[in-house]
């Protein structure tokens, strides 16, 4: 099973983009994407952006990552 996370771009450098997910900073590869810019949501896998992705549907998915990381810690 793959699993794909949302991700906000807060930098870019080249083919290599610094994204937030959740708080976490990481970086990520977007060379196959074309037009990523600063502020744009795209999907995450094993570290390659595979696709840009709707900054509402990406809130909404990041606020189910958020319960279900809380009910975890119940």
Avoid: W
Avoid at 5 to 18: D, F, Q
């Amino acid at each position: 099973m793959c699993l794909a996370v949302p991700a906000k771009v807060t930098a870019i450098n080249g083919p290599v983009a610094e994204v937030d997910v959740l708080g976490n900073r990481t970086s990520a590869d977007i060379s196959v994407i074309e037009n990523v810019r600063v502020g744009d949501y795209v999907l995450i896998h094993a570290g390659l952006a595979i696709q840009k992705y709707d900054e509402a549907e990406a809130l909404e998915t990041l606020a189910l990552f958020r319960e279900l990381a809380e009910a975890m810690d119940e």
